[in-house]
């Protein structure tokens, strides 16, 4: 039977739309009706929202869906959903983007159910007979990938473009019903179209002509609806809203659909009595439609029922790989190249926000780790982020930075509000207020919060109190704004206090002296304000003779927040690591983390609920230092001292979104072995082997001890791997120590601890000797004065490979040795130290045999005063022993030395750089360099590949990182692997330079 118009078919409804007394009102009255007692008045108004917006979600579940009947399935479930949430909708006037984004979730699913029961090609659209494959494809991609886009619009963007686009309102008519002017809504419109025609053409796709004028044709956009879809859709959901569903023979397929989006949905828990009638509500469905499609089987209905419940979190896709590189050994999501420091959510849950001391803030999806495409990073002005928190309604973002800057960003106009130096120090504290129109920061090293406009930035008020020598740390408002608190650090021993100003009374605050002894790091009110919670890390002790000691142990403790009493003690019985402490979004629960688990407290008892065993932190203080919990109360963020965001669900306790094969912290060592292997060294004394060409992790090493791996390092007959690196003893300082792995097993074969930091190691060609190069900080001290400068703090030992037994010790370099290298006839091993000296070694009987000073020339405005001597950032020596490259701390060249007679050979001009690594091609004929130019805000460390006889650069290589700290060469110079500060490392194809050097010179 032919489809009729809906106006035909039910004139009494389009009567009552279009000149009734409900056809008139906004969506908000149209919603407060329906929620109203007046059932005939809920039902017209829920008639009045269907004629309303039907039209936009049918819309948008035909271009998702190839399918007639799945996508009438997915447009029921959309206002099944409403029926169901119609009086519990936070923004009554976004109602339309609301259902636009239902109506795309119930069509994912709809979708994933009709690929399970072999329907037709997912995702395609309707297309007259004569359009070409191609074109077809093409729209069907756009169309689909188009609605996504629009759903994670900012909000005040997707209003706009649903309005507009979808609805078919002139900007007038929008501007009217969102309260604004016409030209912000033209402008938005506008800002919106070219966010979707970036996001478009990064997924691949080129929408020029479809978003030039209108993201899509209005036909497209809002489809006429079949009469006896809408009738269908209309009594059964005000069947189901007055709870009147009979129990069908079979679950209906729409009611599945709209059961698994609000549970995939965090606006509300879904009330037991509700799913039932929602999961009983589809008989209307099947007895309307059932002439048109058959009945659902029970494989139909398993299969239905598995897409209905909660989707696993999506998997990592991986980050584009640059130019030239061909894998990278890690993970970028949810990293930083600095230590995190701060983490926020977003209020829908969807993002969150983390900051990190490489100048960063950075979105992250919530759901699959992802960078958040809908929001670029925020760069500070070259300084470390220390604290971050989003406004209440998400479209604003405030950090503060160590430098005293506050950055307020717009999130909706992509703009600055307040970006500007107004802290004496270090920001720390940061805070919105409940009702989201002021923020408050505290200043670090001054007793002062400043009470800030949020949509300005400006200083609305200022609190202070009486305190001298303090830092201030963690920010806290109560649920109703009227109390603030400030943990305070005294730089006297007299313990952290905690600050309470009440902001409707007199300006005087409350003062708990003595909270804490140590290491306050979390405030949380309780959800009537009346008590606070407080969080450290620290606590004093007294050993049996009364001696005194300040020991890592977590202490929790709540305060009556009007008189500064103590109420409560929490044990958490454990031993180290007190992290930071928050309350559950529904006030009824203390959250703590610590290094190995997550307590869960009820907060009027104190019992704990719950401890959840996490993974034990691996740095040395097993510190937590600040925790996010989302807005569902379900996953917890915390940052633990590295540069990764660590997830957990608070259901289980079981982490989220973790890639085994990837580090958490920066690799400061690689190395490129035989077999298509490579060995990753990072900052916890965790040693990697991946596979190439897949860039899997195979196995990981230890070091044996939680420290830095300096250097990796294979023997030349490939039989052997090498590790060295630094650990700290609470007791005597930094140490060194190495491990030895046969390959291809790994099985270990020697070990040994060092007086020394160790930070270089290297194999004799015929493999049977092995140098570590170190350095002793503290030797110095040991020593008279008068001697100090004379004491040799740079140091290489000589092993034997196969039994570690010390072959000599060889003193005389007065920093850290930088680089070694053993000649190729074994006799001669040459070390290249920070003093900017390179010595030549008589392996055999360990005497000096020569040593070339490589200082740098001075000149100019760079001219030394007397006296001054070069310290090296970085060198490398040739294979041949016949040269050496270095490259001086902050300097702005590279200078390649012949050892023969100490001159500068070739000198290559780089930008001014805060770092430096170098490493010689193992022909000798090429250098590779990479460089962190200084003063640059932006992650613009750059590799380059040099020609030494022409000093031409041959290639140039952008991993698009802040930090590079290790190049390691393949045995055939084709590839170069780079160990970075964003915890991955990337291998490169490095065999442009080949053909490069061909060329003639520029």
Same mark, same amino acid.
């Given at each position: 039977?032919?489809?009729?118009?809906?106006?035909?078919?039910?004139? $009494?409804?389009?009567? #009552?739309?279009?000149?009734?007394?409900?056809?008139?009102?906004?969506?908000?009255?149209?919603?407060?009706?329906?929620?109203?007692?007046?059932?005939?008045?809920?039902?017209?108004?829920?008639?009045?929202?269907?004629?309303?917006?039907?039209?936009?979600?049918?819309?948008?579940?035909?271009?998702?869906?190839?399918?007639?009947?799945?996508?009438?399935?997915?447009?029921?479930?959309?206002?099944?959903?409403? !029926?169901?949430?119609?009086?519990?909708?936070?923004?009554?006037?976004?109602?339309?983007?609301?259902?636009?984004?239902?109506?795309?979730?119930?069509?994912?699913?709809?979708?994933?159910?009709?690929?399970?029961?072999?329907?037709?090609?997912?995702?395609?659209?309707?297309?007259?007979?004569?359009?070409?494959?191609?074109?077809?494809?093409?729209?069907?991609?756009?169309?689909?990938?188009?609605?996504?886009?629009?759903?994670?619009?900012?909000?005040?963007?997707?209003?706009?473009?649903?309005?507009?686009?979808?609805?078919?309102?002139?900007?007038?008519?929008?501007?009217?019903?969102?309260?604004?002017?016409?030209?912000?809504?033209?402008?938005?419109?506008?800002?919106?179209?070219?966010?979707?025609?970036?996001?478009?053409?990064?997924?691949?796709?080129?929408?020029?002509?479809?978003?030039?004028?209108?993201?899509?044709?209005?036909?497209?956009?809002?489809?006429?609806?079949?009469?006896?879809?809408?009738?269908?859709?209309?009594?059964?959901?005000?069947?189901?809203?007055?709870?009147?569903?009979?129990?069908?023979?079979?679950?209906?397929?729409?009611?599945?659909? &709209?059961?698994?989006?609000?549970?995939?949905?965090?606006? /509300?828990? @879904?009330?037991?009595?509700?799913?039932?009638?929602?999961?009983?509500?589809?008989?209307? *469905?099947?007895?309307?439609?059932?002439?048109?499609?058959?009945?659902?089987?029970?494989? $139909?209905?398993?299969?239905?029922?598995?897409?209905?419940?909660?989707?696993?979190?999506?998997?990592?896709?991986?980050?584009?790989?640059?130019?030239?590189?061909?894998?990278?050994?890690? !993970?970028?999501?949810?990293?930083?190249?600095?230590?995190?420091?701060?983490?926020?959510?977003?209020?829908?849950?969807?993002?969150?926000?983390?900051?990190?001391?490489?100048?960063?803030?950075?979105?992250?999806?919530?759901?699959?780790?992802?960078?958040? &495409?809908?929001?670029?990073?925020?760069?500070?002005?070259?300084?470390?982020?220390?604290?971050?928190?989003?406004?209440?309604?998400?479209?604003?973002?405030?950090?503060?930075?160590?430098?005293?800057?506050?950055?307020?960003?717009?999130?909706?106009?992509? =703009?600055?509000?307040?970006?500007?130096?107004?802290?004496?120090?270090?920001?720390?504290?940061?805070?919105?207020?409940?009702?989201?129109?002021?923020?408050?920061?505290?200043?670090?090293?001054?007793?002062?919060?400043?009470?800030?406009?949020?949509?300005?930035?400006?200083?609305?008020?200022?609190?202070?109190?009486?305190?001298?020598?303090?830092?201030?740390?963690? #920010?806290?408002?109560?649920?109703?704004?009227? =109390?603030?608190?400030?943990?305070?650090?005294?730089?006297?021993?007299?313990?952290?206090?905690? *600050? @309470?100003?009440?902001?409707?009374?007199?300006?005087?605050?409350?003062?708990?002296?003595? !909270?804490?002894?140590?290491?306050?790091?979390?405030?949380?009110?309780?959800?009537?304000?009346?008590? @606070?919670?407080?969080?450290?890390?620290?606590?004093?002790?007294?050993?049996?003779?009364?001696?005194?000691?300040?020991?890592?142990?977590?202490?929790?403790?709540?305060?009556?927040?009007?008189?500064?009493?103590?109420?409560?003690?929490?044990?958490?019985?454990?031993?180290?690591?007190?992290?930071?402490?928050?309350?559950?979004?529904?006030?009824?629960?203390?959250?703590?983390?610590?290094?190995?688990?997550?307590?869960?407290?009820?907060?009027?008892?104190?019992?704990?609920?719950?401890?959840? !065993?996490?993974?034990?932190?691996?740095?040395?203080?097993?510190?937590?230092?600040? @925790?996010?919990?989302?807005?569902?109360?379900?996953?917890?963020?915390?940052?633990?001292?590295?540069?990764?965001?660590?997830?957990?669900?608070?259901?289980?306790?079981?982490?989220?979104?973790?890639?085994?094969?990837?580090?958490?912290?920066?690799?400061?060592?690689?190395?490129?072995?035989?077999?298509? #292997?490579? &060995?990753?060294? $990072?900052?916890?004394?965790?040693?990697?082997?991946?596979?190439?060409?897949?860039?899997?992790?195979?196995?990981?090493?230890?070091?044996?001890?939680?420290?830095?791996?300096?250097?990796?390092?294979?023997?030349? $007959?490939?039989?052997?791997?090498?590790?060295?690196?630094?650990?700290?003893?609470?007791?005597?300082?930094?140490?060194?120590?190495?491990?030895?792995?046969?390959?291809?097993?790994?099985?270990?074969?020697?070990?040994?601890?060092?007086?020394?930091?160790?930070?270089?190691?290297?194999?004799?060609?015929?493999?049977?000797?092995?140098?570590?190069?170190?350095?002793?900080?503290? &030797?110095?001290?040991?020593?008279?004065?008068?001697?100090?400068?004379?004491?040799?703090?740079?140091? *290489?030992?000589?092993?034997?490979?196969?039994?570690?037994?010390?072959?000599?010790?060889?003193?005389?370099?007065?920093?850290?040795?930088?680089?070694?290298?053993?000649?190729?006839?074994?006799?001669?091993?040459?070390?290249?130290?920070?003093?900017?000296?390179?010595?030549?070694?008589?392996?055999?009987?360990?005497?000096?045999?020569?040593?070339?000073?490589?200082?740098?020339?001075?000149?100019?405005?760079?001219?030394?005063?007397?006296?001054?001597?070069? /310290?090296?950032?970085?060198?490398?020596?040739?294979?041949?022993?016949?040269?050496?490259?270095?490259? /001086?701390?902050?300097?702005?060249?590279? #200078?390649?030395?012949?050892?023969?007679?100490?001159?500068?050979?070739?000198?290559?001009?780089?930008?001014?750089?805060?770092?430096?690594?170098?490493?010689?091609?193992?022909?000798?004929?090429?250098?590779?360099?990479?460089?962190?130019?200084?003063?640059?805000?932006?992650?613009?460390?750059?590799?380059?590949?040099?020609?030494?006889?022409?000093?031409?650069?041959?290639?140039?290589?952008?991993?698009?990182?802040?930090?590079?700290?290790?190049?390691?060469?393949?045995?055939?110079?084709?590839?170069?692997?780079?160990?970075?500060?964003?915890?991955?490392?990337?291998?490169?194809?490095?065999?442009?330079?080949?053909?490069?050097?061909?060329?003639?010179?520029?």
């Amino acid at each position: 039977m032919p489809r009729q118009a809906h106006r035909s078919s039910i004139p $009494d409804l389009m009567t #009552l739309y279009e000149v009734g007394r409900i056809g008139g009102l906004t969506d908000r009255e149209l919603l407060d009706l329906y929620a109203g007692r007046d059932r005939a008045a809920a039902n017209q108004a829920f008639e009045a929202i269907v004629l309303r917006h039907g039209p936009m979600v049918l819309g948008v579940c035909r271009r998702n869906l190839a399918d007639e009947h799945a996508a009438e399935d997915a447009f029921q479930a959309t206002f099944l959903a409403l !029926a169901l949430k119609g009086g519990a909708i936070r923004k009554p006037d976004s109602l339309g983007h609301w259902l636009h984004g239902v109506a795309l979730r119930a069509s994912r699913r709809a979708r994933a159910c009709t690929g399970r029961r072999g329907g037709q090609p997912l995702g395609a659209i309707r297309s007259e007979p004569e359009t070409s494959e191609i074109d077809v494809a093409e729209g069907r991609e756009l169309r689909s990938s188009l609605d996504e886009e629009i759903d994670r619009l900012p909000s005040a963007y997707r209003r706009a473009v649903i309005l507009c686009y979808f609805q078919g309102k002139t900007q007038e008519d929008a501007a009217r019903e969102l309260g604004w002017t016409k030209g912000t809504v033209s402008g938005r419109l506008a800002r919106a179209k070219d966010l979707l025609r970036t996001r478009l053409t990064r997924r691949g796709l080129a929408p020029s002509a479809a978003l030039v004028a209108a993201p899509l044709p209005a036909a497209d956009a809002s489809p006429a609806i079949p009469a006896d879809l809408l009738g269908t859709t209309v009594r059964a959901s005000i069947r189901l809203s007055l709870g009147r569903g009979a129990t069908p023979a079979g679950l209906g397929t729409a009611s599945e659909l &709209a059961a698994s989006v609000l549970r995939s949905m965090t606006l /509300s828990r @879904i009330r037991t009595t509700a799913a039932v009638i929602l999961a009983t509500t589809a008989v209307t *469905v099947a007895m309307a439609r059932a002439g048109a499609r058959h009945e659902p089987s029970a494989q $139909d209905t398993n299969a239905a029922s598995r897409t209905a419940t909660s989707p696993p979190r999506t998997p990592f896709s991986g980050s584009p790989l640059p130019r030239h590189a061909i894998a990278r050994l890690g !993970a970028t999501q949810l990293r930083h190249d600095g230590v995190v420091t701060g983490l926020s959510f977003s209020p829908d849950g969807r993002t969150l926000a983390s900051g990190s001391w490489d100048g960063t803030v950075k979105f992250w999806d919530a759901a699959t780790g992802e960078a958040s &495409a809908s929001f670029a990073p925020i760069r500070a002005d070259q300084a470390g982020v220390l604290s971050v928190a989003y406004s209440p309604d998400g479209s604003r973002l405030v950090l503060g930075t160590d430098n005293g800057w506050i950055v307020l960003r717009d999130l909706v106009e992509n =703009r600055d509000l307040l970006r500007e130096k107004v802290q004496t120090g270090r920001v720390y504290g940061l805070a919105f207020a409940p009702d989201g129109r002021t923020f408050a920061a505290a200043d670090f090293e001054a007793p002062v919060v400043s009470i800030r406009d949020a949509g300005t930035g400006r200083e609305r008020r200022r609190l202070t109190y009486q305190a001298t020598q303090i830092f201030q740390g963690p #920010l806290a408002f109560s649920r109703d704004g009227k =109390r603030l608190a400030v943990g305070v650090t005294p730089r006297s021993s007299d313990g952290e206090r905690i *600050v @309470i100003w009440s902001l409707d009374a007199e300006p005087t605050p409350i003062v708990i002296r003595g !909270a804490h002894d140590g290491g306050l790091n979390g405030l949380a009110f309780a959800p009537d304000g009346s008590l @606070i919670s407080s969080g450290a890390s620290y606590r004093t002790e007294h050993g049996p003779d009364g001696a005194e000691s300040f020991v890592s142990r977590p202490q929790v403790r709540s305060w009556d927040s009007a008189t500064g009493q103590r109420l409560r003690e929490f044990d958490p019985g454990i031993e180290r690591g007190g992290g930071g402490v928050a309350l559950s979004p529904d006030g009824r629960s203390l959250l703590s983390v610590h290094s190995d688990c997550i307590l869960i407290r009820d907060l009027a008892s104190g019992t704990i609920r719950r401890k959840l !065993a996490i993974e034990p932190e691996q740095g040395s203080s097993g510190m937590v230092a600040g @925790i996010a919990i989302s807005p569902d109360g379900k996953t917890l963020a915390a940052e633990r001292h590295d540069h990764a965001v660590h997830l957990w669900d608070l259901e289980t306790g079981q982490p989220l979104l973790v890639r085994k094969d990837a580090h958490d912290s920066p690799l400061w060592a690689t190395s490129v072995l035989e077999g298509s #292997l490579v &060995a990753t060294g $990072d900052d916890r004394g965790r040693i990697s082997i991946w596979e190439l060409p897949r860039g899997v992790r195979s196995r990981t090493l230890e070091l044996g001890k939680k420290g830095r791996v300096w250097s990796l390092h294979p023997s030349a $007959d490939g039989r052997s791997l090498a590790a060295v690196g630094e650990y700290f003893e609470p007791a005597g300082g930094f140490r060194g120590f190495y491990r030895v792995w046969e390959i291809p097993s790994f099985a270990l074969r020697h070990e040994g601890r060092l007086d020394d930091r160790a930070v270089c190691v290297t194999f004799s060609g015929d493999s049977r000797r092995m140098a570590i190069g170190g350095w002793n900080q503290d &030797a110095p001290k040991a020593l008279p004065a008068a001697k100090a400068e004379e004491t040799p703090r740079g140091k *290489v030992r000589v092993l034997d490979r196969a039994t570690g037994e010390s072959l000599a010790s060889l003193a005389g370099h007065e920093g850290r040795v930088r680089a070694l290298a053993f000649s190729r006839d074994e006799r001669t091993l040459a070390s290249a130290g920070e003093d900017a000296v390179v010595r030549l070694w008589d392996v055999a009987s360990g005497r000096q045999l020569r040593e070339v000073a490589v200082q740098e020339p001075q000149s100019g405005d760079r001219a030394a005063p007397p006296g001054h001597r070069t /310290s090296l950032d970085a060198a490398a020596i040739s294979p041949d022993l016949a040269t050496v490259a270095t490259a /001086s701390f902050f300097g702005d060249k590279i #200078l390649v030395w012949g050892l023969s007679n100490g001159q500068v050979r070739r000198t290559i001009s780089v930008p001014s750089y805060s770092q430096a690594v170098l490493a010689f091609s193992p022909d000798g004929r090429r250098l590779a360099s990479a460089v962190q130019p200084s003063g640059d805000g932006g992650p613009s460390a750059r590799i380059s590949l040099w020609d030494l006889a022409t000093k031409r650069e041959l290639l140039r290589l952008e991993p698009r990182v802040e930090g590079i700290n290790s190049l390691a060469f393949s045995a055939d110079g084709k590839r170069l692997v780079s160990g970075q500060n964003d915890t991955t490392a990337l291998v490169w194809d490095v065999s442009a330079a080949d053909e490069a050097s061909r060329r003639p010179g520029d």
